[in-house]
Each structure stands twice: as structure tokens, then as C-alpha cells.
DNA sequence: TGTACATCAGTGAACGCGCGTTCACTGATGTAC
DNA sequence: TGTACATCAGTGAACGCGCGTTCACTGATGTAC
């Protein structure tokens, strides 16, 4: 029983690993069996077939991160009453532990599954799309904090800005993956504080 | 000779579009060569593999890229001399451009690339790098005019503001693609403009 | 202008390897009485 | 407490299909004399 849990686990680590270096598809199921120290029969005992190996990564990498932020902003919140100043400490937070990840942040499953959208069956992508709903939800209640104790120096769509937070985060792991930067994704959250400071900071400087 | 070029160039159409959709691992040269109607040593007279044909993909991609902004940046240049406004318009002329793709950007050959590393050879993983750092000197260019004209009402990183244009188009790709909302791409573009603009205009209101 | 040869732009068939998947089986652990 | 059976968590071998790649070939176009 904790022994299933465990093989199940090891699965879907070593494949989480390979999938963000290679992509979905070049991950072999021969490869994460050898890894996970186990034979391909018995990777079929835990999943029925790849897609839902896909399926299953992608709910718990939602999951890992959504406690993520859920703690990350509650710290944020500790550290200030005012909702602007604890989203500006939220975003610090944000970086510091991406630029804290040795090789910058490992990537993102959404991302791979969105850019290998046919391979997937319709259940995987509505998966995805929903934690991308559920992303702006999340930040869309942070705004509409701030944005009641402070005028936007810039009127802007709230659920955009909202959506601007995982675009950058995302943007960044793309273009840090590209040129082999890992610090870049740190950078570009600073850059989305900046912005949101000089949005909502009572004019002046 | 001209015939084959109109061949390769056939082969790189149907080969780009489906890769944008699906990944380049999930596109066959089966496929390909069928929808190109040619068959498949047709196609290894024009690639030697499929390698090749990734680094192909690439190159052209970055080439018609780099000639759209540059067309779309000189247009902004003709439409105000001011250094900020230009960069401005210049971003909305490019959230336009891409609001009025019928199905939002059909997504960036270098991001596939990126999320899929260990599919290609040093030599397409250069290929992609010098893209984008080729960005970041664009961008860099223009928001050097524009900081010696303007102070910066928050003093950031001029190569980190660069990368957020290149950052915040890939992310929005990413995210529009996630979610099936292909305006995505041209909101986050206007909010990058608002940023932009915010971090130059002197100070008012 | 005609002939000989070379190159171009492919064709068609075959190959072999790796992949995802299946299936009959098995030893260890759990449960009923 | 011992025995019978069921379920759990896999094993091992095989399969067949699609994939990238190769290779011997060919008809059409270009070039030399």
C-alpha cells in the first residue's frame, strides 16, 4: 500500500525530471523505468497508458505549486498589512527563490503541454487550462486588494495584470532555457514588480 | 532550380506549421512529406535529417521575425521622433499585428526549441541562443535612445527590460495557447506598453 | 543542330530499431474463519 | 494459531507498428563540342 505510493511517486519524479529537459514525448517509458529501478510492466500497474502519466504530472505539479504561492503570499501578508506592499514582498519572495534554484527554475509541465497541445487528449488540456484559470483567479483577488486601497496610476484590465504574472514567469523560463541564463526568470519578476510599484504608488517618487 | 527551391520551401511551410501545433517530435516527416506531396526521399534530397530540417525551421523563423520588426519599428520611427513614443507605437502597432492573426500568434519556433533541448545538436541550440540574445540587442537599442532622452522613474536593467519584451510575447504565447484565448498575447504586449510608459513619463498627475 | 554526358530533383522499396502496449504469470502481503 | 483464498504490486517475454534513414534507381533539365 505505502509501497505502491512510494514506486508511484519515484514514477513521476524521475519522469517530471525528464519531461522538463526533453519534452514530453522524447521521454521514453523504457528510460523512466530504468530510472524509477523498475520494469515497464510495472510502470503499466500505475498508469493505464502515457497520457496518463501526462495527466497525473500535471495535476500534481499544479498542486506543489499552488501550495507554493498559497505560502509564500500568506508570508507576504505577515510581513504587511497594506495589500500593495505585500504583493510587492510576494514578488521579492518569488525571485529570490527562483534565483535560490541551482540551474534556475527546473521549467514548467504547463508550458511543455502547451506547446505539444495534440498529443494530449482532451482531458489533459482542459487540466491545463483550468490551473491557468485558476492562476489568474488567484492573483486577480490580490489586485482587487490593492487596487481598492490605491488609484492605478495606468488603467489597466485586472484579470490582464493578473494573467501578466504567470506570462512572465513563463516567458522567463523560455527565454533563461534559451540563452542558458538561469537568472533570468528572477529578473523579470523584479521587472513585474517594478511595474506593478510605479502602477499603484501614489504618484510622485 | 528554381523548382527546388519551391520544393524546400513547401517541405519548411508544412513542416513549421504543424511543428507549431504539435511539437517537433510529434510531427512525422510522413506527415510532412504527405501534406507536401512529395515522398519521403524527397525529402532527404533536401535535408539530411531531421536535425536539418529543425535548424532550418529556426533560421528562417528568426529571419522573417527580424524583418518584421524591423519593418514595424521603422514604420513607429516614421510616426513620431520622440524616442519613447516611437517604442510606444511601436508595441501597439505589434499587439494589433497580433490581435488580427486569425488564431492568435501561431506560436514561437524558438520556444519549441527551447521546452524540447535534448531533441536537437549544439548546433540548434546556438542557433537559438544568438536569436534571442539578437533580441535583446534590438530592444536594448531603443531603450537606450529612450533613456537618454527620459529618466527612468524606477532605475531597472536595461538588457532585463530588453528581455521583457522578447519574455512577455513567449509567455503570452504560452499562456493564450494554455487557456484558447488567443488575445492573450496582444493584452500582455499593451501591458509591457504601460510599463514602459510609466517607467519614462516624467512624473504628473 | 544533334549527340553525349553530367547534374538535378527527385522515386520506390526496404530496413531495422525503439517505442507503447499486452498478457500470462508470480511472490508477498492482507483478510476470513 | 493455522490454513485458504484474495488482492496487491509487480515480472518477463513478446508483439507489431511507425519511425527515421538508406540505397539503387530514373526521368527531366543543363552544358560541351
Same mark, same amino acid.
Given at each position: ?30 528510460? &523512466? +523505468? *530504468?530510472? %524509477? ?5 510495472? $510502470?503499466?500497474?500505475?498508469? @493505464?497508458?502515457? /497520457?496518463?502519466? =501526462? ?53 514548467? &509541465? +504547463? *508550458?511543455? %503541454? ?5 498529443? $494530449?487528449?482532451?482531458?489533459? @488540456?482542459?487540466? /491545463?487550462?483550468? =490551473? ?74
Amino acid at each position: 500500500m505505502a509501497r505502491a505510493r512510494e514506486t508511484r511517486k519515484k514514477i513521476l519524479d524521475v519522469a517530471e525530471e525528464a519531461v522538463l529537459v526533453k519534452g514530453f514525448d522524447a521521454t521514453s517509458i523504457d528510460e &523512466i +523505468v *530504468a530510472s %524509477a529501478e523498475i520494469t515497464k510492466s510495472g $510502470f503499466f500497474y500505475h498508469f @493505464r497508458d502515457k /497520457n496518463a502519466l =501526462a495527466r497525473a504530472l500535471i495535476e500534481r505539479h499544479i498542486e506543489v505549486e499552488n501550495q507554493l504561492f498559497d505560502d509564500l503570499f500568506a508570508r507576504a501578508r505577515d510581513l504587511s498589512d497594506d495589500p500593495l506592499q505585500s504583493v510587492l514582498i510576494g514578488l521579492k519572495l518569488l525571485a529570490e527563490l527562483i534565483e535560490n534554484m541551482p540551474d534556475g527554475h527546473p521549467g514548467c &509541465i +504547463v *508550458a511543455t %503541454a502547451a506547446y505539444q497541445d495534440r498529443l $494530449f487528449d482532451s482531458d489533459v @488540456r482542459e487540466v /491545463n487550462r483550468r =490551473a491557468v484559470l485558476g492562476w489568474r483567479r488567484r492573483f486577480r483577488t490580490m489586485f482587487d486588494a490593492v487596487a481598492g486601497c490605491y488609484p492605478m496610476n495606468d488603467p489597466v484590465d485586472l484579470d490582464h495584470l493578473s494573467d501578466m504574472v504567470s506570462s512572465v514567469i513563463e516567458g522567463g523560463i523560455i527565454m533563461s532555457r534559451a540563452v542558458g541564463e538561469p537568472q533570468i526568470t528572477a529578473q523579470q519578476i523584479m521587472l513585474l514588480r517594478s511595474y506593478i510599484k510605479l502602477l499603484f504608488s501614489p504618484a510622485v517618487q
